[in-house]
């Protein structure tokens, strides 16, 4: 990776972070239809450098097994999490990655903390799971319902006055936790405008095929469009920490949003800089006497090493 190219990348990005400390109003702040100057018919190749990107990097941080990254998806409904999944995750090694959706909590999952059913499906040191919604539902559909919380089985004192303000503090030193055990947390808001989300159920409904996708819940859902970008705009502004930001993306154009959770997880696994192991010299000359025997058994009229022999330039790298 040029330092001209992570240049680029962080420069392009740097808008939809929020500033750690800063107060965010989400309809003063951030628009949800801005493409960054870009034409769609312009995505597909850079979505396409994004994707290259991340397969090589996954692979190297797969290889080096000492970072792992966790990355967050919130929208409120039809905000394009599941899309975004699969297009920017489209060239990566699906070993080294694990998707969790996290809806209505099991029994089990009530009867510890809140963020314990959470904890569970962290990312190994070599991976990156995607959290598809998160832990921040405790401070979002929560608060919007706070009748959510008598579920939760909290002892009188941790459903009081307070509360969300308790919770942010607890949640960013988890994260703080993580990233200082070597997890990196990338988190993003995929800002969707009423109008859109509107346009989008209406599709749902409008093609058969994708009536599956729609509830009447998203419907009563929406009627609390108002509180829900209040609760959001809480939280971007309580948690967006200099270890993990939050970067709010414009989510109306899918194409849009593509692209810059790809280039966000691309700046992510740069700035790690995940590397491949270095051999020594006990375990080379353990490789240098496992290339000799299988040149030896190279069947007559063919190359002792073919892949040698179509790629010199490449092989004699390796060697040395």
Known sequence: MSDERARRIAEFIEPLRVEPGAKVRLRRDFDPRD???LKKRDGAALLRTGVELLAEYQERLAAQDTHGVLLCLQALDAGGKDGTIRHVMSGVNPQGVRVSSFKVPSAEELDHDYLWRYAQRLPERGGIAIFNRSHYEEVLVVRVHPELLLRQKLPDHARGRGVW???????NDWERYLTDNGFKVVKIFLNLSKEEQRTRF????DLPEKNWKFSAADVRERRHWD????AFSHMLSATSTAWAPWYVVPADRKWFARICTAAILAHTLIGIDPRYPEVGDA???DLLT???ELE?????GLPADPYAAR????AGKKRR
């Open 35 to 37: 493409k960054a100057g």
């Open 296 to 300: 030896q058994e190279a069947p007559e």
């Open 202 to 205: 209406l599709k749902r409904l």
């Open 165 to 171: 303000k308790r919770r942010y503090r607890e949640i």
């Open 283 to 285: 375990a080379r000359k």
């Open 290 to 292: 496992a290339r000799r």
């Open 311 to 314: 790629h010199p330039s490449a």
């Open 227 to 230: 509180e829900y970008q209040r």
